[in-house]
């Protein structure tokens, strides 16, 4: 059950300083762990509701869980997922359940809820979706995934929130490849069963690791061509802040014969992501959407491979292409060598193709 905190978790009471009841001064703030993403940033974020004395009044006494979020001023940190971070205050008003921040260009409108927070934002990228959890009961905090999607016909931002020790989960869909679309979802999870849905009825359903650090399922978008998409996020993928990371958005230059753009995550030394793949110089394959199935990082040694693409098989099934990237990064650069098989269809078959001096940039 979601819990949000507006006070010190005391029973009994009176008008003690020790008391949620009226009279208290005990201005706990309610803390929320979340996460966000636009067209061309994701992360991790956390709120605070600090309740000013007069709206703590009206608080009444009594067990945490059965507490709301008080009147005050919030503040917010966002956690990028390159380690940098921007700050943003604000308000919540109790009232109309409205949570409002803005600071560095960005101005994000929500609602706290009995299911989390969620809500909007516009910002120097566009605009995007934000959700949270509050912490349980006895202070343990929510947990935060980030990572990526792709469905056949489309990638992006794929990022989730559970509750501690509950049943709530909330996230957001960002798709990169097709208008750039931000979408948030909202479900419960049951034992390693992760269950929900977005607002336009597009199923949700994910499996969490045994140390529920990570979570994969599946998801495709209202519109794919294919009818079927996967998702993959960890806890690990969204960093601390000052982190130093070649997580983020990495592209070709727009124009060339072979053009490449990717979502990476990374976890540890492991690489994860989604992208797609242009190509104007095979005749009759334009290109396709790929999926990170292997990827190492080793000091500035970035190596993935992964499943590109999928043409149907008379007869049922799919015919699946490969490609594999090879490069060094520093900062917001990465070069290196691109190798790629397209799918191949009943009657045709690609060769393989090879790509050197690949040079991408991060936004």
């Not at 709301?68 to 308000?91: D, H, I, Q």
């Not at 390693?192 to 140390?211: C, K």
């Not at 130093?244 to 990717?262: D, M, P, Q």
């Amino acid at each position: 059950m979601f819990m949000a905190i507006a006070a010190c978790a005391c029973s009994g009471g009176g008008g003690g300083s020790d008391s949620t009841g009226p009279g208290n001064t005990n201005k706990t703030p309610a803390t929320f762990a979340g996460t966000f993403a636009d067209s061309k940033s994701s992360g991790s974020m956390n709120v605070a509701v600090t309740p000013t004395a007069a709206s703590l009044m009206l608080v009444p006494a009594g067990d945490v869980s059965a507490q709301t979020v008080a009147s005050g001023s919030a503040t917010a940190t966002l956690t990028f997922l390159n380690g940098s971070t921007t700050t943003m205050t604000g308000a919540y008003n109790a009232a109309t359940s409205t949570l409002t921040l803005s600071g560095s260009g960005y101005a994000f409108t929500g609602a706290i809820s009995a299911s989390g927070m969620a809500g909007t934002y516009s910002g120097p990228n566009g605009s995007g979706n934000f959700t949270g959890q509050a912490p349980s009961s006895s202070g343990i905090a929510a947990r935060t995934y980030c990572g990526t999607y792709e469905s056949g016909s489309d990638y992006g931002w794929f990022n989730m929130v559970v509750a501690a020790g509950g049943t709530n989960a909330s996230g957001l869909v960002v798709s990169l490849f097709s208008g750039a679309t931000s979408t948030g979802w909202s479900g419960l999870v049951s034992g390693s069963t992760v269950t929900g849905s977005t607002s336009a009825s597009v199923p949700v359903q994910g499996t969490l690791s045994a140390d529920g650090g990570s979570v994969s399922g599946t998801y495709a978008p209202s519109g794919s061509a294919t009818g079927s998409g996967t998702f993959q996020a960890s806890v690990a993928a969204c960093p601390a802040a000052g982190a130093t990371t070649i997580a983020g958005l990495w592209g070709t230059s727009i124009g060339l014969s072979t053009t490449i753009h990717f979502a990476l995550t990374p976890s540890g030394s492991a690489v994860t992501g989604s992208g797609t793949l242009t190509v104007n110089f095979i005749v009759s394959y334009t290109g396709n959407e790929f999926t990170i199935d292997n990827g190492t990082i080793s000091g500035s040694n970035v190596t993935f491979s992964g499943t590109l693409g999928a043409n149907p098989k008379t007869g049922g099934g799919f015919y699946y292409g490969a490609i594999a990237f090879s490069g060094t990064a520093t900062g917001n650069t990465m070069t290196g060598t691109l190798t790629f098989t397209p799918p191949r269809t009943d009657t045709q078959t690609f060769s393989a193709q090879t790509v050197t001096g690949v040079s991408l940039t991060r936004n």
